[in-house]
């Protein structure tokens, strides 16, 4: 099957001299017979980025779970993380395929790459790697202006937060994805970036995981100053509260946040940053009575 669709995807593309070349997240130059008018996306930053660079219009297919911008739910869904419609992929013809690096698995990106269609690698863990991946998006499709425009716009509202909560008291922070098992962030996740600029320093910081499952001993042992998590469906923080010698339960500390944008290392994650230092700031005021 992998071959039929490759001959397919041959007399798709073309065998044209390239007139865009961009360096993706991979170092590979990635070459384009002209800008991008079809694009595959393959993650929901992804996607969001691609609106954000003025691309919107052009992307043909998504992943699921790609919410934002709240165009994008128009977008037919090709896959998600861990499954890929490769026929689909075909038939919607695209220029240019643009994976998640780390979150794509393998075994699909090889499938991918001998359909014959480029493959652009984005990766953005930071804060700071938002602007510079929109204004690639901005340079594969054409649509330059714009993406540099909201890429300064997403610059200079990052610059305004991070100029806030600088030489902030600094807190230590607890973040739980999940109870059971018991998940919280490691460096690699870009809310660790998002709690180092409110002032937060993440507890769990030496873990190069983005997602480690860790122990309540190991959480008790670090006392946590705050205890937050993003999932607001269930009290998935009770059992914290009965453990009252923890410095986050003594200030009560230990809340909520509906912030879905959080996790998500695109341009609209800065609404829910801006979010969670304002709670961290509450925190940080009942810390200090």
Same mark, same amino acid.
């Given at each position: 099957?992998? @071959?039929?669709?490759?001959?397919?995807?041959?007399?798709?593309?073309?065998?044209?001299? $390239? +007139?865009?070349?961009?360096?993706?997240?991979? =170092?590979?130059?990635?070459?384009l017979?002209?800008?991008?008018?079809?694009i595959?996306?393959?993650?929901?930053?992804?996607?969001?980025?691609?609106?954000?660079? /003025?691309?919107?219009?052009?992307?043909?297919?998504?992943?699921?779970?790609?919410?934002?911008p709240?165009?994008?739910? *128009?977008? $037919?869904?090709?896959?998600?993380?861990?499954?890929i419609?490769?026929?689909?992929?075909?038939? %919607?013809?695209?220029d240019?395929?643009?994976?998640?690096?780390s979150?794509?698995?393998?075994?699909?990106?090889?499938?991918?790459?001998?359909?014959? &269609?480029?493959?652009?690698?984005?990766?953005?863990? @930071?804060?700071?790697?938002?602007?510079?991946?929109?204004r690639?998006f =901005?340079? %594969?499709?054409?649509?330059?202006?714009?993406? #540099?425009? #909201?890429?300064?716009?997403?610059?200079?509202?990052?610059?305004?937060?991070? =100029?806030?909560?600088? =030489?902030?008291? @600094?807190l230590?922070?607890?973040?739980?994805?999940? +109870?059971?098992?018991?998940m919280? &962030? /490691?460096?690699?996740? &870009?809310?660790?970036?998002?709690?180092?600029?409110?002032?937060?320093? #993440?507890?769990?910081?030496?873990?190069?995981?983005?997602?480690p499952?860790?122990?309540?001993?190991?959480?008790?042992?670090?006392?946590?100053?705050?205890?937050?998590?993003?999932? /607001?469906?269930? +009290?998935? %923080?009770?059992?914290? @509260?009965?453990?009252?010698?923890?410095s986050?339960? *003594?200030?009560?500390?230990?809340?909520? &946040?509906?912030?879905?944008?959080?996790?998500?290392?695109?341009?609209?994650?800065?609404?829910?940053?801006?979010?969670?230092?304002?709670?961290?700031?509450?925190?940080?005021?009942?810390?200090?009575?």
């Amino acid at each position: 099957m992998i @071959r039929r669709l490759a001959l397919l995807a041959f007399f798709i593309t073309g065998a044209a001299s $390239a +007139d865009v070349t961009v360096t993706d997240d991979a =170092g590979r130059a990635v070459a384009l017979k002209a800008p991008a008018r079809r694009i595959v996306s393959l993650a929901p930053n992804i996607t969001d980025a691609l609106f954000a660079a /003025g691309a919107g219009a052009y992307v043909v297919g998504t992943s699921r779970f790609s919410d934002y911008p709240a165009e994008a739910k *128009k977008v $037919a869904i090709v896959g998600d993380a861990t499954m890929i419609d490769l026929e689909r992929i075909v038939g %919607l013809k695209p220029d240019v395929i643009v994976v998640w690096r780390s979150g794509t698995p393998a075994a699909q990106v090889e499938k991918l790459s001998r359909l014959g &269609i480029p493959i652009f690698y984005s990766e953005t863990t @930071r804060l700071a790697d938002v602007a510079p991946a929109t204004r690639r998006f =901005g340079t %594969l499709a054409g649509t330059q202006d714009e993406a #540099n425009r #909201n890429a300064a716009a997403f610059d200079a509202s990052l610059a305004k937060l991070r =100029g806030e909560y600088a =030489g902030k008291a @600094r807190l230590k922070v607890f973040y739980q994805i999940w +109870d059971r098992p018991l998940m919280t &962030i /490691g460096h690699a996740q &870009i809310i660790d970036d998002a709690l180092d600029l409110c002032g937060g320093d #993440n507890i769990f910081a030496d873990l190069s995981q983005a997602a480690p499952t860790v122990t309540r001993e190991a959480v008790l042992a670090r006392n946590p100053d705050v205890i937050v998590s993003g999932d /607001g469906g269930h +009290d998935a %923080l009770a059992s914290w @509260r009965q453990s009252g010698f923890l410095s986050a339960v *003594k200030h009560d500390n230990v809340f909520t &946040i509906d912030a879905p944008t959080l996790a998500l290392p695109s341009p609209s994650i800065l609404g829910s940053v801006d979010l969670l230092c304002h709670r961290l700031d509450d925190a940080r005021r009942r810390s200090q009575r």
